[in-house]
């Protein structure tokens, strides 16, 4: 089983993002949950959701607390919450940031990426949702759903004009991620 | 049969209910409310559902207007929670009296105070004596199926109650799972349009909730009471026709690993789920650990439930709200209550778990399992409170 950590801030897609990619894997025939941290909901305030993903049923519905992958939408959220917390030695870190990665290893983790993912998005879909170029980033780096799927989970959300556009700043993803030199991609 | 898709478990709700074709929604649109209802009035608003959405403005409300909507002969439908519920509850008893098929979703949480949003069965313990049929739902695919087949059996010209579908909020409400939707003229040759028996209608004039004095009172609470008896071989009618659309079963009582077990979990709700992995845990140590989860709640499946725990030594029940100055959980003191005339009855175990949304994970019912065995835990106790 794949469990996978969304950090952001509430109104940058994090939610959407565990949706995006477990409907994915539920399109390729996996088995798949994803949830939002419960609580009041408001713009701004740190929000965490939770995707897993399994090749048969999945029977837990509790917070992902030793993670295989964490995924940061907002860098600032290093300062507010421990985002690695639980995140395991061998696990993958991918950081919305301008910053190299090594800015974010913290001397344990190094499977660790940084894409400048704000300033692409502000770019091409004009507004700072940075949910579909992570999981572009995600992809890039890990082999957890194929890109065929995940397009067609994104184009089933949000329909076929925005689909463009998350297509295009996923290509970007794929050009523009930094990977730590200490990562040897297999 | 479709394929699976991935959707929030209210979305899959509001699915059910469109495929219901039902013709009047009515439900107080804000909090404490879930996403059943915003994505059943863009249904209406985008005319893919052909019924008046009411926005009204308290559950009292609500379902006053599902009464009076059912009784002029239109399929209703509304949801609530918590504190919603608690404001209807008015209106929840009189339902059943009038013999009205409503069908609601209550998204348990906790009611206030503490002010708290989150998860347990307070709310629907409140209204445990209210006359409707009650059913406890553990995923979004049960959510879905008992929609429609709550439908069907309180229409049933046999039956004519109201159903309360139990799922638990959040942590169903707002869960994206996989489910298997159904195809429209599949759930239309189940569910056939809705015939009531007895229609306010001017030309034919009938009277409902009616005024009942000292002399009559009595008579027609025994009435509603055998009605509520008489629904159960109507209520397994409906899951058995379910079976032959879908290739899903479901029983009022649902058991995993019970056969030869010493001790049982008891559970109702999305606990099930948790419960069974500690159960495999169990197992996998050669522990003769088994789980029963309640489905039906109202009426109580007294049958189901003897012959499910077979010849268990210990009960371990798991209520999810107090019962204040009171023998333990609600669930334990029906439990204890229908044990009590067997020669060799089991222990009964209580545990108050899950409260506001303390979470209850596998660990926790391992942990649980080990006190009642070691005779650390016996009688009633709210678990995991810290010193």
């Known amino acids: 089983m794949q469990e996978i950590r969304f950090h952001g801030r509430g109104g940058q897609g994090a939610v959407t993002s565990a949706e995006l990619l477990a409907q994915a894997a539920i399109i390729e025939g996996k088995y798949a949950r994803a949830f939002p941290s419960f609580g009041p909901e408001r713009r701004g305030a740190p929000v965490t959701a939770f995707c897993r993903i399994n090749d048969g049923p999945i029977f837990l519905r509790s917070v992902i607390e030793k993670p295989d992958i964490v995924i940061v939408l907002d860098s600032s959220l290093f300062r507010a919450v421990n985002v690695t917390e639980g995140l395991k030695d061998d696990g993958i870190l991918i950081v919305n940031s301008a910053n190299a990665p090594s800015h974010f290893t913290s001397g344990r983790l190094h499977k660790v990426a940084t894409i400048d993912a704000t300033r692409i998005v502000l770019d091409v879909l004009k507004q700072p949702i940075t949910n579909t170029i992570l999981l572009g980033s995600l992809l890039r780096v890990a082999d957890i759903v194929s890109m065929d799927s995940l397009l067609s989970s994104i184009r089933h959300r949000f329909g076929d004009k925005a689909f463009r556009l998350n297509m295009q700043v996923i290509e970007m993803a794929y050009k523009e991620i930094v990977i730590h030199p200490e990562w040897k991609q297999e | ?387």
């Open chain 2, 1 to 387: 049969m479709g394929k699976y898709l991935g959707m929030e478990v209210s979305f899959a709700a509001a699915e059910a209910v469109k495929l219901c074709n039902v013709d009047v929604v009515a439900a107080y649109p804000i909090t404490p409310q879930t996403h059943i209802v915003e994505r059943l009035s863009q249904f209406v608003a985008d005319g893919e559902l052909d019924a008046e959405f009411v926005p009204v403005e308290s559950e009292h409300s609500a379902l006053s207007l599902c009464v009076g909507s059912q009784a002029a002969g239109a399929r209703s439908f509304t949801c609530t929670s918590s504190q919603g519920l608690a404001l209807m509850s008015e209106i929840v008893y009189i339902v059943p009296a009038l013999r009205l098929p409503i069908v609601m979703i209550l998204a348990n949480r906790s009611l206030s105070g503490p002010l708290s949003i989150w998860n347990d069965h307070s709310d629907v313990m409140s209204v445990r004596d209210c006359g409707w049929i009650q059913l406890f739902v553990e995923n979004g695919q049960e959510v879905f199926d008992h929609v429609i087949i709550a439908y069907k059996i309180a229409e049933n010209h046999n039956v004519l109650l109201p159903v309360m579908i139990n799922m638990d909020g959040f942590i169903l409400s707002h869960m994206f799972e996989p489910i298997k939707l159904m195809e429209q003229e599949d759930v239309d040759a189940y569910l056939p349009p809705y015939q009531p028996k007895f229609v306010l209608h001017p030309d034919k004039p009938v009277t409902m909730g009616a005024y009942a004095m000292p002399a009559l009172f009595t008579e027609a609470k025994k009435a509603q009471e055998e009605a509520l008896l008489a629904s159960y071989p109507h209520i397994l009618q409906a899951w058995k026709s379910w079976e032959k659309v879908s290739g899903r079963s479901y029983h009022p009582v649902e058991t995993f690993c019970s056969e030869d077990a010493e001790t049982l979990f008891i559970t109702m709700g999305s606990l099930g789920e948790t419960a069974g992995e500690a159960v495999r845990v169990l197992r996998g140590q050669g522990k003769k650990v088994g789980l029963l989860k309640l489905r039906l709640w109202r009426p109580f499946p007294f049958h189901d439930f003897y012959k499910a725990i077979g010849n268990a030594q210990r009960l371990i029940v798991l209520d999810r709200a107090v019962s204040y100055g009171g023998p333990g959980g609600p669930v334990a003191g029906e439990i204890r209550s229908a044990l009590y005339n067997m020669e060799n009855r089991p222990q009964v175990i209580n545990f108050v778990a899950g409260l506001g949304g303390r979470e209850v994970s596998v660990e926790s019912f391992l942990e649980m399992f080990i006190s009642s065995i070691e005779g650390k835990a016996s009688g009633y106790q709210l678990f995991g409170v810290r010193g």
